[in-house]
């Protein structure tokens, strides 16, 4: 039997269709996570995720297709600048190709290309062109690059890329070298460029408040994001935030719920 009789009705209720507020978001991900009430909000976002996608799912790819020390310098990213061992890498057109077909081949719709917060722009949209002309037809060609302006995302549009990936991220600009302002104006050019807009609530460590994560899912609610989730941050050995660990797979259960009931009713996510 649920002991909480609040939690029970917001379940209910968004079973019904109607999406929860952030207040009931926060109430949400403050239960514990290995609660009865937590496993039943868990149970409900399956019921409602798979009634309203037809017990369906969406496989996409990503290749890291530029590797180096970056400029983002993340505390949590393999790749920030002042903890990071890589070697400047980019990775060849045909190797591309070769990835995207074996992604196609197992059913993959889209493949994101990932590169450094700084990039070299001409290159990626080259690279996109010609993917665009060797790849499955299928395959949508999907950036997941720093901020840029509208002209260069009228480029890459131009070039074949149908979406990106980006993310005004959890503690941005204390925990990266980026600010929220520059994140949200890449947001609202990707979406005014008609691109798709890839989002999620990340990265996901066991020390986020519920506050702080419904303020940072939110703008995936409020904007027309056309995929919404929750990923979990990898302790990286030699980061800043190593000595937080990570976070449970029922905790992630449990964010992955919120994000579900908060976007119930939404055209995309
Ligand atoms: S901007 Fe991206 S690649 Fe660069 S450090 Fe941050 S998360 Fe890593």
Known sequence: MIQDTKIDHILKDAADGRPITKAEAVQLLALPENSQDAALLRATA????????????????????????????????????????????????DE???????????????????????????????????????????????????????????????????????????????DSCMTPADRWATIERILEAGLSWYNMCEPLGPEHTPEELVEQMWLGVDLPCTQHGVMQRFPVPGSPLYHHGQVSLSRLGQVAAVVALATVGKAGS
Request: hydrophobic share 40%; charged share 20%.
């Open 46 to 93: 399956t019921m409602v995720s798979r009634r309203r996608f037809a017990n369906s799912g969406l496989l996409l790819g990503q290749i890291g297709v530029d590797m180096a020390p970056c400029d983002g310098d993340c505390a949590f990213c393999f790749f920030g600048k002042s903890h990071t061992s890589v070697e400047p890498t980019l990775l060849g057109a």
């Open 96 to 174: 591309i190709v070769s990835r995207c077909e074996r992604f196609a081949d197992g059913g993959a719709e889209g493949v994101f290309l990932m590169t450094m917060h700084r990039f070299g722009f001409e290159w990626f949209r080259d690279l996109c062109a010609e993917l665009h002309r060797r790849i499955p037809a299928h395959l949508e060609i999907l950036a997941n690059v720093g901020d840029i302006s509208p002209a260069q995302l009228g480029e890459l549009k131009d070039a074949g890329v149908s979406g990106a990936y980006h993310v005004c991220r959890i503690r941005e600009g204390i």
